[in-house]
Every structure is written in C-alpha cells, then in structure tokens.
C-alpha cells in the first residue's frame, strides 16, 4: 500500500463527491427532497448564460451531490448512486412517490445489508441500502453459500443486467 498524501478537503465535501447531470435539475433537485430529504444548499444554485442551472447543491445526511443541467446535444449521462437509508421498504415508497420506478425490491443480503435500487424520471439509478448487521468476515463465506443467499443475490444481479440491458435498448 501507498501512503496517502494529506490533501486539503473544503468543510461540507468529502475527499470524493458526485457530480449528476440531468435533463431537468430542477426536477432532479425536487426528487431527491422528497425521496431521500435532500436539502438544497442556500446560495448554490447558479444559472449558466443560457438560463440553464450550471451548478446546484443539495446535502442528503453529510453528503454534498452537486448537479447541472445537460446541454441539448450531449448523450445521456445517468449516474449510478449508493444511498444508506434507515428502510430499504419506506425509501423505495417515497422514490416511487416522488415518480422513480422500482428496478429491485428491498432484498436482504449476506452481508447484513438490505438493497433496493430505484430509477428516477431522469434515469438515474439510485442503490437504496439498508445496514441491518455487522457480519464478522468469517462468517461471510458460510452465509454466501447458504442457498437463500445465493438466490437472493442472483436476483438482485438478474434486475441490474435487466435494467441495464432495457437502458441500452432504450438510446440505441
């Protein structure tokens, strides 16, 4: 292993933040207040010269997801985002109240984590997980082999290659 150099972190960011490009964030931003309880950051919304949002910030717990809007010729862009939330079952409610689809229902896997995964109206797909247990490592090889485990996470790999196999029918 390398040592890691000290790199100087601004309050608020973590040393990695994600940046989601959207149709419509405007949209995107009212999503992620009613699904996850987003808070947009006073004073971070910024409008381009072209009257579309070139940078916007919410917070979700201490995480920062800074967004903009898409210009009309660049492809689609949906990111991928891990979420820890308290309920798989009550978060997957909400994002489908909020107009999200549900890609993989609320499954209790091996490693002490229940997963869920939700597209939203502007394709992006957001990994719901819930922490349930803290699983020692040596138990984990046991627990994989148990055949309820096996299904459960044959299912939710069968729902991600399904959804990402309709996401590329769907640009082509």
Known sequence: ???QPKVQVPSR????NAWVISQDTDAEVRFLESAFGAV??????????DGDIGHVEVEIGESVIMLFDAKP???????????YVDDTGTAVERAVEAGARVVTRPTLLAFGER??????AQGHLWWLHERVEDVPPEELAERFADPAAQES???VQRTLRE??????TDQA
């Not at 960011?13 to 990695?16: F, G, H, L």
């Open 73 to 83: 010729d660049w492809p689609a862009t949906p990111a991928h985002l891990r979420v």
């Open 163 to 168: 959804e990402m196999a309709a996401a590329a």
């Open 153 to 155: 996470m044959a299912y």
């Open 115 to 120: 997963v869920a995964r939700v597209r939203d």
């Open 1 to 3: 292993m390398h040592a």
């Open 13 to 16: 960011y973590a040393r990695v």
């Open 40 to 49: 947009e950051t006073p004073g971070s919304r910024m409008l381009d010269p």
